[in-house]
């Protein structure tokens, strides 16, 4: 994979980038990353990259002539055929205003083959950019960055780890927060450290040695060697903490049956507990 990022400010990614898998990733050439100066597409001698809005109002707006000049410059397949499918290519803008980035759009975008990353600055991005030069607008989340470059470091290292070859247990993607694989098992193992993808849900707990510290033990499961009742464990502790960090996520994951029981268990002994509080 190939991805480019467009920016006023290519000095911030020579920290984030080069640590980690991302950097593991691009050393096994799994990923080659090509960090874009947009004033290097700028043609007065103050190299301004920004405007003041039409219609008045406060702070600056990237203007569109050096995102078009440089985009233009990377050899791409047309705006048309990327939006198609027609080439596994895609043009992202980082915006407040973007749909928001989760799992299942990093898998999109690593199954590409490569990907613009344009960092949005300022009050915003001159709207042309998003009508006619990107295929799509993402965003992390629902706050306020200064610009889009943390966003775009974020997105990098969330898409380089789903590469294959670039987490050195490719199972552990799969069992990860967030992930869509339901499957109570990886196939191919027959221990319990591959017990449930997580179907959605926020990750189960982890511990490690020792056993026991300052009077905290481990679960007693945990060490149990029954891999039946570790798995078992597991998916229920995953159910609680996502029932009670993360409820929202519960409407879009992959649950059975058994996990119905579970949630509705944990419910009512919420509910008794809430009662003896008051």
């Not at 006023?8 to 090509?34: C, N, Q, W, Y």
């Not at 759009?105 to 690593?110: F, I, M, R, Y």
């Not at 775009?152 to 789903?162: G, M, N, S, W």
Request: overall charge negative; glycine content about 10%; charged content about 30%.
């Amino acid at each position: 994979m190939r991805a480019d990022i467009l920016t006023i400010f290519p000095g911030f990614f020579r920290g984030p980038l080069d640590h980690g898998i991302t950097r593991r990733a691009s050393e096994m050439g799994l990923v080659k990353i090509h960090v874009h100066d947009l004033r290097e597409f700028t043609h007065d001698k103050h190299r301004s990259v920004d405007d003041r809005p039409f219609g008045g109002g406060e702070g600056m707006v990237l203007k569109p002539e050096p995102l078009f000049e440089c985009l233009e410059s990377l050899d791409l397949a047309s705006r048309e055929d990327r939006v198609a499918g027609r080439v596994r290519q895609s043009v992202v803008l980082l915006s407040a205003q973007g749909q928001r980035f989760n799992q299942k759009v990093a898998a999109s975008l690593a199954a590409l083959d490569r990907i613009v990353l344009i960092c949005g600055r300022y009050e915003g991005v001159d709207e042309r950019v998003a009508d006619f030069l990107a295929d799509r607008e993402l965003s992390i989340g629902d706050y306020v960055l200064s610009g889009g470059e943390m966003a775009a470091a974020v997105i990098i290292e969330a898409v380089a780890r789903l590469l294959p070859g670039a987490v050195g247990n490719e199972a552990s993607t799969r069992q990860e927060s967030f992930t869509a694989d339901a499957r109570a098992k990886i196939e191919g193992s027959d221990g319990a450290d591959s017990t449930c993808g997580s179907g959605g849900l926020l990750d189960y707990p982890h511990y490690t040695r020792p056993a026991e510290f300052r009077g905290m033990a481990v679960p007693e499961v945990l060490i149990s060697g029954n891999h039946e009742e570790i798995r078992r464990w597991r998916r229920q502790r995953a159910l609680e903490k996502t029932l009670r960090n993360r409820p929202d996520l519960l409407d879009g994951a992959t649950l059975s049956p058994d996990d119905g029981k579970v949630l509705n268990r944990i419910k009512k002994d919420r509910g008794h507990s809430l009662e003896q509080d008051s």
